[in-house]
């Protein structure tokens, strides 16, 4: 048993009532995030982006060359206003996205990936995929879709708790 589950243990000990599994799978579940959020940004590094980075000009490069707003990709990466601006403001000055005046909304911005930014991203993506494919690799074809769809419910359990 690693020192890990044995605290787990100890505070299960203490507190009768504690839910060991519960609380194994979702300390698991967060070490887990970390260790995969490590290794994909050690793949990203040769090409100076940190994960949040490339998922934004990955997201840029998915619309196709519409403009989207820095809201939206918050949203989707799990980023606050202040969060994204500083990350736009560190890819627009390594010219990899633009600014530029929404034309739905003249307060808002819209990002525009620039082709530096296509082409740091068509560098970066087969290194990222590579990750990806190691992280996951010991569950198969057959443990990764089970353990997709066990995510999938966790996850929309856990929007529906969302207050």
């Known amino acids: 048993m690693s020192s890990f589950e044995a605290r787990i243990d100890r505070i299960c000990t203490t ?37 949040s980075q490339y998922l934004v000009i990955s997201m840029l490069a998915a619309d196709a060359g ?16 202040t969060q994204m601006t500083r990350l736009v403001d560190g890819l627009e000055t390594r010219g ?14 819209d990002l525009v990936l620039t082709p530096a930014g296509r082409r740091l991203l068509e560098q970066a993506m087969p290194a990222v995929h590579a990750a990806y494919g190691e992280a996951w690799e010991p569950l198969g074809s057959g443990g990764l879709d089970k353990a997709t769809r ?11 708790l969302e207050p």
């Not at 633009?98 to 307060?107: K, L």
């Not at 066990?150 to 529906?160: D, K, P, S, Y």
């Open 15 to 51: 507190y009768a009532d504690a839910p060991r599994e519960l609380i194994l799978a979702s300390r698991l579940l967060l070490r887990t995030s970390r260790l995969l959020r490590a290794h994909i940004e050690r793949a990203l590094a040769p090409f100076g982006l940190d994960l």
């Open 66 to 81: 519409e403009p989207t707003m820095p809201s939206e990709l918050g949203v989707a990466i799990d980023a606050t206003r």
């Open 96 to 109: 990899l996205v633009q600014r530029h005046a929404s034309t739905q909304d003249r307060r808002s911005l």
């Open 150 to 160: 066990a995510l999938a419910r966790l996850h929309a359990n856990l929007e529906a």
